[in-house]
């Protein structure tokens, strides 16, 4: 280190005339200015020309929480869009959880630009399900994004691998309600009750006795993609509530579902924003597995699945049949394209001229 610099804290020590220990409190709670401007880090360097100055009359600042981080997909000054890790709590549900969606991203925030910013919660995805979640960094950005969600306008696409196979694709249009006031399990709604909610759902692979399968939602009910699913008689693997994990073939130790595209309008700009992310590792390790497992070796068209670079542009619309399975070549053996003959016809015997010869 050159001679001539010195760690802020201790240039601070010197300010104040008091301890180390206090001096760099000061520093971390932003009463320390360098060259007119706060710092926050003790262990910056200073040269004998910044002017440090103290200030306890500035608003303290809130130490940023010692969490681990987030992957953002993208970040302006108005939004963050995150890709949530399955397992992780949206906000606090009770006192002691102090590692969230939200206390993660205001870290991060606060990484990134120095200052704490509150971080609002638009929409929810249940803990076990992992994918793209926006967050709103004002209230006028939240009520925007919560408009867009209330006019169902926003595109979502969920992964999920099922029991079964889907026969091709179908839309779920059954209301979902709570069967009991503050009942935490969400079910169908008999009759005229409960909320609208629409689910279009797509085969994307079959995988044995299972299934991989798009869902994209036309309304944004609490579970709605699972139990929608559940309805048709292919829950989603490892759900407990709506399904029967104890007789699932494999498992990820969760429930296999994954929010893969998000789509909305800027709030501030008014751009439409799209985006695609592809499922966790664990996810996509389960569907190699099953691929393994029960020897798949076909997929359906138009639609890149989870082990590749991620899904095309536009998927299929409706189902395609699956084309017959065929028995491998033996080790060692020339591949040939199904149709063609595998024994080479026997020569023709060459006609001999007739006549004398010369």
Do not use: W
Not at 139 to 155: I, K, N, Y
């Amino acid at each position: 280190m050159n001679a001539t610099l010195q760690r802020l804290a201790r240039v601070a020590q010197t300010v104040l005339g008091t301890s180390y220990a206090k001096a760099k409190r000061e520093v971390l709670v932003g009463h320390v200015l360098v060259n007119g401007a706060v710092a926050t880090d003790p262990g910056a360097l200073v040269s004998p020309a910044d002017v440090v100055t103290h200030d306890s009359g500035l608003p303290r600042r809130a130490r940023a929480p010692k969490v681990p981080p987030i992957e953002v997909i993208h970040a302006d000054s108005e939004i963050l869009v995150v890709n949530k890790p399955a397992g992780l709590l949206i906000h606090p549900t009770a006192e002691g959880d102090e590692d969230t969606v939200v206390s993660r991203a205001g870290a991060e925030i606060e990484r990134r630009t120095g200052r704490h910013r509150r971080v609002l919660v638009v929409h929810r995805l249940d803990r076990d399900t992992s994918g793209l979640l926006v967050l709103a960094l004002s209230h006028d950005a939240a009520e925007s994004l919560q408009r867009q969600f209330r006019a169902h306008s926003v595109d979502r696409k969920y992964l999920a691998i099922v029991r079964g196979q889907l026969p091709g694709e179908c839309l779920v249009d059954r209301a979902i309600g709570r069967p009991r006031p503050g009942a935490r399990r969400a079910a169908l709604a008999p009759g005229g009750g409960g909320r609208a909610a629409r689910t279009v759902l797509r085969p994307v692979e079959r995988l044995g006795p299972l299934s991989l399968v798009e869902a994209e939602l036309g309304t944004g009910r609490t579970h709605q993609v699972r139990v929608h699913l559940s309805y048709l008689g292919h829950p989603v693997l490892g759900d407990k509530v709506y399904g029967e994990p104890s007789s699932d073939p494999l498992s990820i130790g969760r429930v296999a579902l994954h929010a893969e595209t998000l789509g909305f309008v800027h709030p501030r700009t008014g751009e439409r924003l799209l985006f695609r992310q592809l499922p966790p590792e664990d996810f996509r390790n389960l569907v190699t597995r099953l691929r393994r497992r029960f020897r798949v070796t076909s997929e359906k068209p138009g639609r890149t699945t989870p082990t590749g670079q991620g899904p095309g542009e536009n998927a299929a619309a409706t189902s395609q049949p699956r084309p017959r399975s065929r028995r491998p070549p033996s080790a060692g053996a020339p591949a040939t394209k199904v149709g063609t003959r595998t024994r080479p016809k026997p020569a023709r015997p060459r006609r001999r001229a007739s006549g004398p010869r010369r």
